[in-house]
T-cell receptor, first 114, second 114 residues
Framework: AQSVAQPEDQVNVAEGNPLTVKCTYS??????LFWYVQYPNRGLQFLLK??????LVKGSYGFEAEFNKSQTSFHLKKPSALVSDSALYFC????????????FGTGTLLAVQP | NAGVMQNPRHLVRRRGQEARLRCSPM?????VYWYRQLPEEGLKFMVY????????ESGMPKERFSAEFPKEGPSILRIQQVVRGDSAAYFC????????????FGEGSRLTVL
């Protein structure tokens, strides 16, 4: 079964510093990987996805993610964090088979201190 | 271009009552997914529907929960005889087809069972 793991419940970073939110995956076949962000009491917003092609994927709000097949990782990164980036971040993988459903990680709370 | 619309945003029910949550997908989308987010947990897949068909209900509890997506009108997630453990945020997502991978989420319906 497809799955993703987010090993950190929370990541703290100072404003202006680079940030990384970690995600590792376990899939059979080619992985379709996603990052979503959730602000308090809101729905999930799509940030970026990896289907195929370049290992470095650029997304919304200055975020990017690096697909690493040998390490089965898909870490989310941003060169310079903003206080407004503070939110809950979810990594997800597309389930196989006939459905397009996404399997989500447990989420990582990003806290950016001013 | 309206996004995924969910209502009600907040719903309070007493134990034993019924809860009905509605979801209108984005225009042009015919695939609907329901997820549940429990406090301090990630998103758990519940059910995937296309118009008039349940495609994957592997995440639905065996009893009290049902979902439909009629030919006309919104998708409905129905919870009968609610219990306190049903208190959660229920999110609906939609996609245009089963291949693009990206799901668009609504703002969620937050159910509180007293």
């Amino acid at each position: 079964a497809q799955s993703v793991a987010q090993p950190e419940d929370q990541v703290n970073v100072a404003e202006g510093n680079p940030l990384t939110v970690k995600c590792t995956y376990s899939v059979s076949g080619n992985p379709y990987l996603f990052w979503y962000v959730q602000y308090p009491n809101r729905g999930l917003q799509f940030l970026l996805k990896y289907i195929t092609g370049d290992n470095l994927v650029k997304g919304s709000y200055g975020f990017e993610a690096e697909f690493n097949k040998s390490q089965t990782s898909f870490h989310l990164k941003k060169p310079s964090a903003l206080v407004s980036d503070s939110a809950l971040y979810f990594c997800a993988v597309r389930d196989g088979g006939a459905t397009n459903k996404l399997i989500f990680g447990t989420g990582t709370l990003l806290a950016v201190q001013p | 271009n309206a996004g995924v619309m969910q209502n009600p945003r907040h719903l309070v029910r007493r134990r034993g009552q019924e809860a009905r949550l509605r979801c209108s997908p984005m225009k042009g989308h015919s695939h609907v997914y329901w997820y549940r987010q429990l406090p301090e947990e990630g998103l758990k897949f519940m059910v995937y529907l296309q118009k008039e068909n349940i495609i994957d209900e592997s995440g639905m509890p065996k009893e009290r929960f049902s979902a439909e997506f009629p030919k006309e009108g919104p998708s409905i997630l129905r919870i009968q005889q609610v219990v306190r453990g049903d208190s959660a945020a229920y999110f609906c997502a939609s996609s245009r087809d089963s291949n693009t991978g990206e799901l668009f989420f609504g703002e969620g319906s937050r159910l509180t069972v007293l």
